[in-house]
Structures are given as structure tokens and as C-alpha cells.
């Protein structure tokens, strides 16, 4: 069964330093991975996505993650937070077992930015 | 339409009443899902649709939830004699293609459900 773990529930860092969301993954399949973000009281919004291309992605607003299967790990990078990064951020893989598709979700990083 | 439409935004009901919500997917994607979103229990996959049809509803937490899709299209859930504990945000998101797929998902800004 395929599984996220998202490692912190809550990172703070300060304006202007980078940001690390730690992301491992459990998957029988070749996963194909996402991460979302989710500001307060607003919908879901797709940072990046793996689909077994390129092993590091680029995302929207200068965010990255780099896939490593040796580590199971998709951790989420930015070398320079903003005060506009403060949300929740969520880990997702999709489900390969079955033919639906569904998205299974971390629990989810709030990320707090310091000025 | 440009995005997926949620309605209502908010919604507040009485313990026992029943409630409708309606998810209006991007034009043109085939496969629909709810999902929920409450505090300690994260984001919860509830059904999938494909078209009409929901091959996966192995999601509805009880015999109280139920969805249908029309046209291919609107989809509506329905929450029977509601509890406090549907208390949550209830997620809709579409996307193009059948199966299991490799790309993103657009979500809904959600409807907001309070069970008083």
C-alpha cells in the first residue's frame, strides 16, 4: 500500500533563509508524487509534481524537491523563504494499486515565516 | 469552466438535517473526487467518478454519505442525518483521463460544513 510520511508538522524559519519540508514515501509501485500547498481558508494548489522523469523537480514560486528511491524520500526545498510561503503544506503520492487514481495525503507541514 | 466550483462556501446545519453539496468540475475532465478534510484526521479520500460512474467508493465513511454525478459532469454529496462529526471540509477535484494517472489534480475551494 503506498503511504506518506511527512516528517515535521510544523517548520519556522526566517524570512529570506532556505526552507526544508521532509517528505518519505511508501510505494510498491513507481510512484508518482506530488506536493500541494494550501493557504488559509483557500483551496489546494499544485507546487510540483514526479512522474519518473528528471529526479529533481521545479515547481512554481521557487520551490523544488528532488526524488531519491534509495532513501524513499521527496523532500520540498526553497533556498529563500517569503513571508507569502507561510501555509500548510501536504506530501501526496497516487494510489498505483488500484486504477482509481486517488490521492493519498500527508498530514500535512505548516511552514511559519519569521520577518 | 477555468477552475473546479464548490458550492456552497460555507454551511451550517442542524445535528439531524440533511445536507447537499455540489462540485462543478473543470469542463471536459472525466474522473471527479471528494475528499474531507478535518482537523486530526487530514485529507480523507471519500469517491471516485469516472464519468457516471464511481467505481471507487470505498472512502464514504457511512451509509449517510452518498454522491452522484450527472452528465458527466455536476456531482453531488449527500449527507443524511448529519453529525457533528462531518464536521470538516469537503474537497472536490477533477482531472482529464482514466485510471491511474501521473498528473496533477485541480481541487475546489471547498464548502466548509459545521454540524451544530
Known amino acids: 500500500a503506498q503511504s506518506v510520511t511527512q516528517l515535521d508538522s510544523h517548520v519556522s524559519v526566517s524570512e529570506g533563509t532556505p526552507v526544508l519540508l521532509r517528505c518519505n514515501y511508501s510505494?510498491?509501485?513507481?510512484?508518482?508524487l506530488f506536493w500541494y500547498v494550501q493557504h488559509p481558508n483557500k483551496g489546494l494548489q499544485l507546487l510540483l509534481k514526479?512522474?519518473?522523469?528528471?529526479?529533481l523537480v521545479k515547481g512554481i514560486n521557487g520551490f523544488e524537491a528532488e526524488f531519491k528511491k534509495s532513501e524513499t524520500s521527496f523532500h520540498l526545498t526553497k533556498p529563500s523563504a517569503h513571508m507569502s510561503d507561510a501555509a500548510e503544506y501536504f506530501c501526496v503520492v497516487s494510489d498505483g494499486s488500484s486504477n482509481t487514481g486517488k490521492l493519498i495525503f500527508g498530514q500535512g507541514t505548516t511552514l511559519q515565516v519569521k520577518p | 469552466g477555468a477552475g473546479v466550483s464548490q458550492s456552497p462556501s460555507n454551511k451550517v446545519t442542524e445535528k439531524g438535517k440533511d445536507v447537499e453539496l455540489r462540485c462543478d468540475p473543470i469542463s471536459g475532465h472525466t474522473a471527479l473526487y471528494w475528499y474531507r478534510q478535518s482537523l486530526g484526521q487530514g485529507l480523507e479520500f471519500l469517491i471516485y467518478?469516472?464519468?457516471?460512474?464511481?467505481?471507487?467508493k470505498s472512502g464514504l465513511p457511512s451509509d449517510r454519505f452518498s454522491a452522484e454525478r450527472t452528465g458527466g459532469s455536476v456531482s453531488t454529496l449527500t449527507i443524511q442525518r448529519t453529525q457533528q462529526e462531518d464536521s470538516a471540509v469537503y474537497l472536490c477535484a477533477s482531472r482529464t483521463g482514466t485510471g491511474a494517472s501521473r498528473y496533477g489534480y485541480t481541487f475546489g475551494s471547498g464548502t466548509r460544513l459545521t454540524v451544530v
Open positions: 514526479y512522474t519518473s522523469a528528471a529526479t
Open positions: 467518478f469516472q464519468g457516471n460512474s464511481a467505481p471507487d
Open positions: 510505494s510498491s509501485y513507481s510512484p508518482s
